[in-house]
């Protein structure tokens, strides 16, 4: 069995996983002892030189003068076109929150919409609400139904009004 730098690390991930035969592990040690070992498997010499010596005493890190590999760092880089679409995004829910904590129910009386009905009051039960925001709801509502009954109204005069165009042609019909 041939191992070389393509294929270790799956024999060696079988070896960690007590999937190996020994004729497979005596070449896993035979391999790390000739010293073409790739650097990011020299972590491994040591406990493989250690096996190899029927387990005696502690496994000691191999002195090879060669530097440890580097860890492998991954940096997550995110675009500046992402952070810009985050913070956009962050600053539209905040501008959303704010319009909907601080709506027109928090409005000053003085607005403009309101400042007509400013000194309007209504009487309940023989009490006097002065309270704009008590009383523009009843305002609002009271103004629909007199739209509701303004439409009402034009609809019939329509209806009349058309009454008396088919009178009108009948009368000239007749004459």
């Known amino acids: 069995m041939e191992l070389n730098s393509r294929n270790i690390e799956e024999y060696i991930n079988r070896f960690l996983e007590g999937e190996t035969t020994n004729a497979e592990e005596q070449a896993?040690?035979?391999?790390?002892?000739?010293g073409k070992i790739p650097p990011h498997l020299m972590e491994y010499a040591p406990m493989f030189a250690w096996y190899e010596g029927g387990m005696q005493g502690e496994p000691e890190p191999k002195?090879?003068?060669?530097?440890?590999?580097?860890?492998?760092?991954?940096?997550?880089?995110?675009?500046?076109?992402?952070w810009s679409a985050g913070i956009a995004a962050m600053v539209v829910v905040a501008l959303g929150l704010g319009i909907l904590f601080y709506s027109d129910n928090d409005a000053p009386i003085h607005s403009e919409d309101w400042s007509c009905y400013e000194g309007s009051y209504i009487e309940v039960g023989g009490k006097r609400i002065t309270d704009?925001?008590?009383?523009?709801?009843?305002?609002?509502?009271?103004?629909?139904?007199?739209?509701?009954?303004?439409?009402?109204?034009?609809?019939?005069?329509?209806?009349?009004?058309?009454?008396?165009?088919?009178?009108?042609?009948?009368?000239?019909?007749?004459?």
């Open 28 to 34: 896993i040690y035979s391999f790390f002892r000739t």
């Open 63 to 82: 002195q090879t003068g060669e530097l440890k590999p580097k860890k492998k760092h991954i940096r997550l880089r995110i675009p500046i076109a992402a």
């Open 132 to 175: 704009i925001k008590q009383i523009m709801p009843l305002i609002l509502e009271e103004q629909a139904a007199a739209e509701q009954k303004e439409k009402l109204a034009e609809q019939r005069i329509r209806e009349m009004e058309k009454k008396e165009k088919q009178v009108k042609e009948k009368e000239l019909m007749m004459n």
